[in-house]
Structures are given as structure tokens and as C-alpha cells.
């Protein structure tokens, strides 16, 4: 299995611009997370979508952020417009919903926002 | 809400034991895990515990869980250079799917 599949794994962009994240969940997975990690606030979990429907975005910092999942393969975090504050390592995370108890991550992208 | 504690920083000798320790608030927390992170690498499921047991070894990784004390550690035989990385511990608890993660402890191992 390829695991879980992040992109781009890095992004730089300026200030007001527009930053879409995707992510591509292991195969069968029908829950899946996206968590935030800054040297900060550690690791917290923005959101998470259980079967393509969002269950707890309270996580969510503002409205700047707004993640979709429109289909069991595929999910976006994006952010708009962008600010310094949220450069960070932005991760996306999956797990089976009988099963949950195992939690497998991608590998991250880190987001500078200049 | 649930919160979990660990120390930041680890140095151990190579073939030495290593032993993070990571205490939680949520008396309800069914499961606790430890996930490793690399430099530049995302998180690396390691091991869980359910909250029934007390003890899960796997290869060189003991874990140990005190239920009363809300006390997780994780102890890795004969560290390795390898090892190096930062160690998270998480909890999860009923009805609930995301984890709760501690802040990680940076293991350090000198040859």
C-alpha cells in the first residue's frame, strides 16, 4: 500500500495568496484527519471527516480555512487568504472506521507563507 | 478537556535503555499510543495500548501504562543511533476519532 499520499510537500506563497492542500487517504479508509504542527501549539487536529462528511471541525482556526472531501480518495485543506502565522506542517492522517484505533499518517506539508 | 504531558528532551548512550514518559488527564482514554517523527518525515505509528493492559512489548519497545497514575512510558532496548527522533505519545478516548497528541520528547542517542 502506498499509504497516505500528501501534496505539494512544500509550499511557499505570499501573504493574501490562495494555498490549496491535498491529500489522498490509504485505500478502504473512511475516516480521515487533517492536523496542524507548529513548535507553538504542537500537534492539533483542524478537522476530520468520517465516510466524506465532516464530524468535528471545530479545530478549524477561522474562516480562512475550509476543508472538503468530495470523494473517498481525495481531500483538500485550503486556506484563503493566507497569512504569515499559518506557516506550519500541515498533516493528513487516515484510519478505518472499525479499526480506528490505528491512525496512519502522511508525510506532511510544510507551508512557509512569506 | 484532555491534555497530555511529556518531558522535551531525552539524551541516552547508544546500547543503552531509553524511557519516555508521557502522563494524560482523561480517565476515559481507551487507547495510547506512541508515534515516532523523523526530521522532515511525518508520524510513524509505533505501538498502542489498550487501556485494559498494562504492559505491550513489541521487538524493543515496552510499553507500559499505569491507569490510576495516568502514566504512559515507552522503553527502548539496546537504543540505537537510529532511534534519534522525536517520540509522541497520543490518547484517544470513547467515541471519539482524532487523537490528542503530547507535545514530543526529542530522543537524543550519542554513540
Known amino acids: 500500500d502506498a499509504g497516505v499520499i500528501q501534496s505539494p510537500r512544500h509550499e511557499v506563497t505570499e501573504m493574501g495568496q490562495e494555498v490549496t492542500l491535498r491529500c489522498k487517504p490509504i485505500s478502504g479508509h473512511n475516516s480521515l484527519f487533517w492536523y496542524r504542527q507548529t513548535m507553538m501549539r504542537g500537534l492539533e487536529l483542524l478537522i476530520y471527516f468520517n465516510n466524506n462528511v465532516p464530524i468535528d471541525d471545530s479545530g478549524m482556526p477561522e474562516d480562512r480555512f475550509s476543508a472538503k472531501m468530495p470523494n473517498a480518495s481525495f481531500s483538500t485543506l485550503k486556506i484563503q487568504p493566507s497569512e504569515p502565522r499559518d506557516s506550519a506542517v500541515y498533516f493528513c492522517a487516515s484510519s478505518l472506521q472499525d479499526k480506528g484505533r490505528e491512525q496512519y499518517f502522511g508525510p506532511g506539508t510544510r507551508l512557509t507563507v512569506t | 478537556g484532555e491534555d497530555v504531558e511529556q518531558s522535551l528532551f531525552l539524551s541516552v548512550r547508544e546500547g543503552d535503555s531509553s524511557v519516555i514518559n508521557c502522563t494524560y488527564t482523561?480517565?476515559?482514554?481507551?487507547?495510547l499510543y506512541w508515534y515516532k517523527q523523523e526530521p522532515g518525515a511525518g508520524l510513524q505509528l509505533l505501538t498502542y495500548i489498550f487501556s485494559n493492559m498494562d504492559m505491550k512489548q513489541d521487538q524493543r519497545l515496552t510499553v507500559l501504562l499505569n491507569k490510576k497514575d495516568k502514566h504512559l512510558s515507552l522503553r527502548i532496548a539496546d537504543t540505537q543511533t537510529g532511534d534519534s527522533a522525536i517520540y509522541f505519545c497520543?490518547?484517544?478516548?470513547?467515541?471519539?476519532?482524532?487523537?490528542?497528541f503530547g507535545s514530543g520528547t526529542r530522543l537524543q542517542v550519542q554513540p
Open positions: 482523561d480517565s476515559s482514554s481507551t487507547y
Open positions: 497520543a490518547e484517544k478516548g470513547p467515541g471519539r476519532r482524532a487523537l490528542t
